[in-house]
């Protein structure tokens, strides 16, 4: 079950937002980059200077003078000029004089990927005097997964023609770091080489970014105090200046795994600065290794589970602690293996653990059921359906343990009379044939009265009643099974000519025995002993073919039921004083049972 649960899931992959939910829970507190700030154009920017559409380009160009004056590194707009403006020639002159402006582009209308790259069909540019007067262009797209959330950047994208652009996210670092963007970026062993580090990246390119706890902690300017100039120039000295929308209702708002809340986009772009910066790399481990896992979890629990017993409820518990455990064990190493950089699909190992411990809880129900029917079956051949529900409620519950007890007991022997030289003119399967045609009606009449199958000694056959289960009528019910043999032995018979002709000898004998299980630890045998057996086994000994002989007890708790005949007192093997013996001559019209 636990290989099927793994193939269907690593190739349906359901839940899938479920798993990505769950890798977000990794995240950790860790603070946001003191390098990179934030000049959020927010509600008093707007308030201050009016609607975005009718604001004149030279308040951009007051802000990039007074970011230059103050030490700015780098200052990235998460803003796209693409339409012309009288001041145009102003602010390309301040982005120029600056020298550390990246501005940003946006693809649109996404189509189908010719290569590993996401590719638009169209770019919005910022226009022609604007992009040559920047140090870089960079794309600003955002690209969320299925369930809307946004957990990677795709560092390079490319235009239906061909050109690539690199992320705004590059574009400002290699400028911060005063380095050339390459002309090509080659993915290798899912990694990209850029800005002296490896990368790693999806076949999209696209970085995993590690989000900051608290976006609240980064640091923050109102980007109408840049463009008035009323800030601490220490806070963007020497830093990175990321200007975005940051305005409430603004459209550039993404979810992310460490915020409830949506968040502007620049804010996305400077995480994966941090992500990149201080190299906190996440790299998503892929589906082979979430296969291994899976593979090992089912080794681990085919190994274990079945050890935990015989799946009494102390075995349950003992199972689910097996789970449990590994359940604990498999989060704790997806949390460390998190905290290292690199995430684990830790949902369908997760499920994985209950299906197998529920689907082996089930196996193990269906196959205790199964064998209860089997053994039931199998002891209804020998003893009553009543008798063998005893003895297998008797197992479940762990009470037949070595060792017995004193009770009353009727006991029964029949065998066949001249058995060997019978079996010297027979063949071995005549013979066994011929045994088991006799027995299997001595044996049928004991369970049909509710005995036990006690042994079978070659040609004899050794039965029990009263134990393990009190049966009040134990010697009547003895008796009963003894006529009714010898009864059914004479009409087979008469029904089949063709059979050879043999007699039985039925001796009961009623008295106290040592009724209970005797043997070893690993093996086992439910019997009596005791001398009223030994008693029995001489009375049959005694018995003619065809005749059922009883003892003294079993004859005084059942005379009023049967007709007999009192014999001669027998001296018996063994016994220095004869034994009072009666021959059953038919069962009395006025038993009630008949």
């Not at 003191?34 to 380009?57: Q, S």
Request: charged share 15%; hydrophobic share 45%; net charge negative.
């Amino acid at each position: 079950m636990g290989c099927l649960f793994t193939l269907v899931t690593l190739l349906v992959q359901p839940f899938y937002s479920i798993n990505l939910w769950l890798s977000d829970q990794l995240f950790t507190s860790e603070s946001p980059s003191p390098n990179i700030v934030i000049a959020g154009i927010d509600d008093n920017t707007f308030e201050a200077y009016g609607r975005w559409a009718d604001w004149p380009r030279s308040l951009h160009t007051q802000a990039i003078d007074n970011l230059s004056q103050a030490g700015a590194k780098v200052i990235g707009f998460d803003v796209i000029f693409t339409d012309s403006s009288p001041d145009d020639e102003m602010l390309a002159t301040a982005i120029a004089e600056a020298d550390n402006v990246v501005l940003a582009a946006v693809g649109t209308q996404p189509i189908s990927q010719a290569g590993a790259e996401i590719t638009y069909d169209n770019f919005l540019l910022p226009i022609s005097s604007l992009e040559q007067a920047a140090s870089d262009t960079g794309h600003a797209n955002v690209v969320p997964d299925g369930d809307g959330t946004v957990r990677r950047l795709p560092l390079i994208v490319k235009s239906s023609s061909g050109q690539v652009y690199p992320a705004l996210t590059l574009a400002v670092l290699h400028r911060h770091f005063s380095m050339t963007l390459p002309q090509e970026y080659l993915l290798e062993n899912g990694t990209v080489n850029l800005l002296a580090r490896d990368i790693p990246v999806d076949t999209s390119y696209g970085l995993r970014i590690n989000f900051a706890a608290d976006n609240e902690k980064r640091p923050y300017v109102s980007y109408g105090d840049v463009i008035s100039g009323d800030f601490d120039p220490s806070l963007v000295k020497n830093k990175i200046v990321l200007i975005g929308m940051t305005a409430t209702g603004e459209p550039d708002t993404w979810a992310i795994p460490t915020s409830a809340s949506k968040i502007p986009g620049v804010f996305i772009h400077a995480s994966a600065m941090d992500t990149i910066l201080t190299e906190r790399f996440l790299t998503e481990l892929g589906i082979i290794i979430t296969l291994m896992i899976m593979l090992l979890l089912v080794g681990i629990t085919a190994f274990a589970l079945p050890r935990c017993g015989n799946w009494y409820w102390t075995d349950v518990v003992k199972g689910a602690g097996i789970t449990i455990g590994l359940f604990v064990a498999c989060l704790v190493a997806g949390f460390f293996a998190f905290d290292r950089g690199y995430i684990v699909g830790l949902l369908y190992p997760l499920l994985l653990l209950p299906v197998i411990y529920v689907g082996n809880v089930l196996y193990m129900v269906i196959t205790a059921q199964s064998d209860k029917r089997f053994v039931k079956e199998l002891f209804g051949r020998y003893i009553s359906p009543q008798i063998a529900k005893e003895i297998v409620s008797r197992a479940d519950a762990g009470e037949l343990h070595l060792g017995g007890e004193q009770r009353e007991i009727s006991v029964f022997f029949a065998d066949i009379r001249n058995f060997t030289q019978i079996s010297e003119q027979l063949s071995p399967e005549a013979t066994v044939k011929m045994l088991n045609t006799y027995l299997s009606v001595v044996a049928d009449a004991i369970v049909q009265h509710d005995g036990i199958v006690n042994k079978f000694g070659g040609d004899s056959i050794m039965a029990v009643w009263n134990a393990p289960q009190p049966q009040p009528e134990h010697a009547l019910l003895a008796v009963k099974a003894a006529w009714e043999a010898q009864q059914k032995v004479a009409g087979l018979q008469q029904s089949d000519r063709q059979l050879l002709p043999v007699q039985l000898g039925i001796g009961i004998n009623t008295g106290i025995a040592l009724a209970g299980n005797i043997g070893s630890v690993g093996r086992t045998e439910y019997t009596v002993i005791g001398d009223s057996i030994n008693t029995a086994s001489r009375i049959c000994s005694s018995t003619p073919g065809g005749e059922v002989w009883i003892g003294a007890e079993t004859y005084n708790q059942t005379k009023d039921y049967i007709e007999t005949e009192e014999l001669e007192a027998q001296r018996l093997k063994g016994k220095s004083a004869p034994i009072e013996v009666y021959r059953v001559t038919g069962m009395h019209p006025s038993n009630p049972s008949e």
